[in-house]
């Protein structure tokens, strides 16, 4: 039964607002149609919702999809649903709504415009690639990776005239969904690259030089978490003697971050990350991405090789999926799980540091205030000063599904507790997602964003941070850290670099609140919360501290020492616990006999040093011989990482694994 009154009978406004909903949903012919109505109802009758975004209402977060339809409407009006202008059209409101999170609607406007142009592969792309930014279960975020690589593996044959905002919508949100994306990022590449053959153009031409000259790419130069990571390593660098440093900066707008940036010398192009631009990156000798996947258009240049040797920062923590062209992805011992095996999280090689690779700008006097008071947010919450605060002022794409039991658990044994999350109003539909996901619990808040003084005045009322998983925060868990404000996080259940986990190896902290599952996680969190004792000795070794991680010039030398091995050809070994070398003069048969078994074993100990290493298997090698595989048993970090060295300078010298298997025989007759 239809309730209310028929479209016909509608005043003009409500004709109007009808249009605009019908065009969300990409019905064009009804929108058309219902605006037409409203004209002839009232000719100055203007579209309702447009114009409470106009007015400065926030519109639940669709204001500028509502303003986008207002313009649109009256082009396909006047242009008689031209069938160009409702493709472009589509295109438009597909951005915009997935941008604002409605991603069904923005799926159906794709859908649409196929129709109009069944052969653009430019759809097929953006089709693919489309994921939700906040996922309403579990059984969602499986779903969606399942239909993500389906669509994916279909992106054959195609071909791309042109790379643009549709074709290239971005992989931002993927890493979101927690899973090891090494594969699948690799075939989304080598898809764009089959279809547009001159993304993957060599374009390298260096000299020598009296100095290295390293260039430093990307779109965040300015008061931004890439920045406040990057910035003080790229002036480090450029204050030394042996360096040239080139910024080249795609960002929008800039502020005096880029002039302390610049201060010690570092030359600066501003240019846009296009595939034409490539041209201006001439004679550099490394060149380092500050991130790769924030925005799509920075990848035209990093599918290419600009520079002999081609790194990536972490400053977006996934991998590229681009081996060929990226060379190196710089992360550290802090931030990785001992001993294992990156391969299937990182297409790149990893670079471990033994720093956290950053200079991390104190906050206090630069952009928060050096005292701060918190209580007007626990006034404003009605709590005491004892009740316990959990703060989470993470974006809202970082709640996975898998955190929520963490959030409702800390809240249900204690009616005064409460847990804090912030969230961006412009993205309204994400927090709905989330605010249904946790049952509309009312011990969960959600405040809108806090900037400057207000965040740090968050942060001080706050008992604990609680990082979440799989995505943990990063430059959040350094604000809290600049306040003496703990985080618990668990790293063993993230799926990215464990920023918050090497924060606290980094400062040396006993006993830190870095956990290995759930139950351990809402455990320590309850006890931190309740015993302020132990708390404030905790916040006090990280106050004592935490020079250790602010202002860290170990970490400006060590991205040099890296940087000048780099250039000359001599990489860093891979730390990985899993490797190969090679033995000659000894067939696949004879290998294989326990006897022999036991040499191999006996003298891959020796190069090793004395750490347990495994042979996991011996096979025919190409050229004669026999090829052995092996993996580091030992937990010791650091005594893995020298033996990751010895067995790959053995690798690369087998001759010297050859004597090791004769000393080893000659011991066992």
Same mark, same amino acid.
């Given at each position: 039964?239809?309730?209310?009154?028929?479209?016909?009978?509608?005043?003009?406004?409500?004709?109007?607002?009808?249009?605009?909903?019908?065009?969300?949903?990409?019905?064009?012919?009804?929108?058309?149609?219902?605006?037409?109505?409203?004209?002839?109802?009232?000719?100055?009758?203007?579209?309702?919702?447009?114009?409470?975004?106009?007015?400065?209402?926030?519109?639940?977060?669709?204001?500028?999809?509502?303003?986008?339809?207002?313009?649109?409407?009256?082009?396909?009006?006047?242009?008689?649903?031209?069938?160009?202008?409702?493709?472009?059209?589509?295109?438009?409101?597909?951005?915009?709504?997935?941008?604002?999170?409605?991603?069904?609607?923005?799926?159906?406007?794709?859908?649409?415009?196929?129709?109009?142009?069944?052969?653009?592969?430019?759809?097929?792309?953006?089709?693919?690639?489309?994921?939700?930014?906040?996922?309403?279960?579990?059984?969602?975020?499986?779903?969606?990776?399942?239909?993500?690589?389906?669509?994916?593996?279909?992106?054959?044959?195609?071909?791309?005239?042109?790379?643009?905002?549709?074709?290239?919508?971005?992989?931002?949100?993927?890493?979101?969904?927690?899973?090891?994306?090494?594969?699948?990022?690799?075939?989304?590449?080598?898809?764009?690259?089959?279809?547009?053959?001159?993304?993957?153009?060599?374009?390298?031409?260096?000299?020598?030089?009296?100095?290295?000259?390293?260039?430093?790419?990307?779109?965040?130069?300015?008061?931004?978490?890439?920045?406040?990571?990057?910035?003080?390593?790229?002036?480090?660098?450029?204050?030394?003697?042996?360096?040239?440093?080139?910024?080249?900066?795609?960002?929008?707008?800039?502020?005096?971050?880029?002039?302390?940036?610049?201060?010690?010398?570092?030359?600066?192009?501003?240019?846009?990350?296009?595939?034409?631009?490539?041209?201006?990156?001439?004679?550099?000798?490394?060149?380092?991405?500050?991130?790769?996947?924030?925005?799509?258009?920075?990848?035209?240049?990093?599918?290419?090789?600009?520079?002999?040797?081609?790194?990536?920062?972490?400053?977006?923590?996934?991998?590229?999926?681009?081996?060929?062209?990226?060379?190196?992805?710089?992360?550290?011992?802090?931030?990785?799980?001992?001993?294992?095996?990156?391969?299937?999280?990182?297409?790149?090689?990893?670079?471990?540091?033994?720093?956290?690779?950053?200079?991390?700008? &104190?906050?206090?006097?630069?952009?928060?205030?050096?005292?701060?008071?918190?209580?007007?947010?626990?006034?404003?919450?009605?709590?005491?000063?004892?009740?316990?605060?959990?703060?989470?002022?993470?974006?809202?794409?970082?709640?996975?599904?898998?955190?929520?039991?963490?959030?409702?658990?800390?809240?249900?044994?204690?009616?005064?507790?409460?847990?804090?999350?912030?969230?961006?109003?412009?993205?309204?539909?994400?927090?709905?997602?989330?605010?249904?996901?946790?049952?509309?619990?009312?011990?969960?808040?959600?405040?809108?964003?806090?900037?400057?003084?207000?965040?740090?005045?968050?942060?001080?009322?706050?008992?604990?941070?609680?990082?979440?998983?799989?995505?943990?925060?990063?430059?959040?868990?350094?604000?809290?850290?600049?306040?003496? &404000?703990?985080?618990?996080?668990?790293?063993?259940?993230?799926?990215?670099?464990?920023?918050?986990?090497?924060?606290?190896?980094?400062?040396?902290?006993?006993?830190?609140?870095?956990?290995?599952?759930?139950?351990?996680?809402?455990? &320590?969190?309850?006890?931190?919360?309740?015993?302020?004792?132990?708390?404030?000795?905790?916040?006090?070794?990280?106050?004592?501290?935490?020079?250790?991680?602010?202002?860290?010039?170990?970490?400006?030398?060590?991205?040099?020492?890296?940087?000048?091995?780099?250039?000359?050809?001599?990489?860093?070994?891979?730390?990985?616990?899993?490797?190969?070398?090679?033995?000659?003069?000894?067939?696949?048969?004879?290998?294989?006999?326990?006897?022999?078994?036991?040499?191999?074993?006996?003298?891959?100990?020796?190069?090793?040093?004395?750490?347990?290493?495994?042979?996991?298997?011996?096979?025919?090698?190409?050229?004669?011989?026999?090829?052995?595989?092996?993996?580091?048993?030992?937990?010791?970090?650091?005594?893995?990482?020298?033996?990751?060295?010895?067995?790959?300078?053995?690798?690369?010298?087998?001759?010297?694994?050859?004597?090791?298997?004769?000393?080893?025989?000659?011991?066992?007759?």
């Amino acid at each position: 039964m239809r309730h209310g009154p028929a479209p016909h009978q509608l005043p003009a406004s409500a004709l109007q607002a009808l249009a605009t909903l019908y065009l969300i949903d990409g019905d064009v012919a009804e929108a058309v149609a219902a605006r037409r109505r409203a004209k002839e109802l009232d000719p100055q009758a203007l579209p309702p919702l447009a114009v409470l975004f106009r007015d400065g209402h926030d519109c639940g977060g669709l204001g500028d999809v509502y303003w986008s339809c207002a313009f649109l409407l009256k082009k396909l009006d006047e242009t008689d649903m031209d069938k160009e202008v409702a493709f472009e059209g589509h295109l438009q409101l597909s951005t915009i709504l997935e941008d604002s999170g409605a991603l069904v609607e923005a799926s159906e406007h794709v859908s649409k415009a196929s129709l109009l142009k069944p052969d653009d592969a430019r759809l097929q792309f953006r089709r693919a690639l489309l994921v939700p930014a906040v996922s309403s279960s579990q059984e969602a975020v499986n779903a969606t990776r399942r239909a993500l690589e389906t669509r994916v593996s279909e992106l054959q044959d195609l071909s791309l005239d042109v790379l643009d905002g549709v074709s290239m919508p971005g992989t931002f949100y993927i890493v979101y969904l927690g899973f090891e994306d090494a594969s699948l990022m690799t075939q989304i590449q080598r898809a764009y690259q089959r279809a547009h053959p001159p993304l993957t153009k060599q374009l390298v031409a260096t000299t020598q030089k009296e100095r290295l000259r390293v260039g430093f790419a990307g779109a965040y130069w300015k008061r931004h978490s890439v920045c406040k990571l990057l910035c003080g390593i790229v002036r480090g660098l450029a204050s030394l003697d042996d360096f040239e440093v080139v910024l080249f900066d795609a960002t929008e707008e800039s502020d005096d971050w880029l002039a302390w940036t610049l201060g010690t010398g570092a030359s600066h192009k501003p240019l846009d990350m296009t595939l034409s631009s490539r041209q201006q990156v001439k004679d550099v000798d490394i060149l380092v991405y500050a991130e790769l996947g924030m925005r799509a258009r920075a990848l035209t240049w990093a599918h290419a090789r600009l520079a002999p040797v081609q790194v990536l920062f972490w400053g977006h923590p996934h991998t590229a999926g681009l081996p060929d062209n990226i060379d190196y992805f710089v992360s550290s011992d802090g931030f990785e799980p001992p001993n294992d095996d990156l391969a299937k999280r990182y297409a790149e090689q990893v670079v471990r540091f033994a720093t956290p690779g950053i200079y991390f700008r &104190r906050p206090q006097n630069l952009y928060a205030p050096v005292h701060v008071d918190g209580s007007s947010f626990r006034r404003q919450l009605n709590m005491t000063d004892t009740d316990a605060l959990y703060l989470c002022p993470q974006s809202l794409p970082k709640f996975h599904p898998s955190f929520d039991e963490v959030l409702l658990r800390l809240v249900a044994e204690d009616e005064r507790a409460r847990v804090v999350v912030t969230y961006d109003p412009k993205k309204a539909l994400w927090l709905h997602v989330l605010q249904k996901r946790l049952n509309h619990h009312p011990q969960i808040v959600f405040l809108p964003l806090a900037l400057g003084d207000k965040f740090f005045g968050l942060l001080r009322a706050s008992t604990l941070l609680l990082d979440p998983f799989p995505f943990g925060g990063g430059v959040t868990t350094l604000e809290a850290f600049s306040v003496c &404000r703990l985080a618990v996080t668990a790293p063993s259940l993230q799926s990215v670099v464990a920023l918050a986990a090497g924060f606290y190896r980094r400062l040396n902290i006993a006993d830190a609140p870095v956990v290995d599952g759930v139950d351990a996680y809402v455990t &320590r969190a309850r006890d931190l919360a309740a015993d302020a004792g132990r708390r404030g000795a905790l916040e006090a070794a990280v106050c004592r501290a935490d020079g250790n991680l602010f202002n860290d010039d170990e970490s400006v030398a060590e991205w040099a020492a890296f940087l000048r091995r780099a250039s000359s050809g001599a990489a860093p070994a891979p730390f990985s616990n899993t490797g190969s070398t090679r033995v000659s003069g000894i067939s696949l048969a004879a290998a294989s006999t326990p006897g022999a078994q036991a040499v191999l074993q006996d003298a891959i100990w020796r190069v090793a040093g004395g750490t347990d290493v495994e042979i996991l298997s011996v096979t025919a090698a190409a050229r004669g011989g026999i090829d052995v595989s092996y993996r580091i048993t030992s937990p010791d970090l650091a005594a893995s990482r020298d033996v990751a060295e010895r067995l790959a300078d053995v690798a690369a010298n087998p001759a010297l694994f050859d004597r090791a298997v004769a000393e080893a025989a000659r011991a066992a007759s």
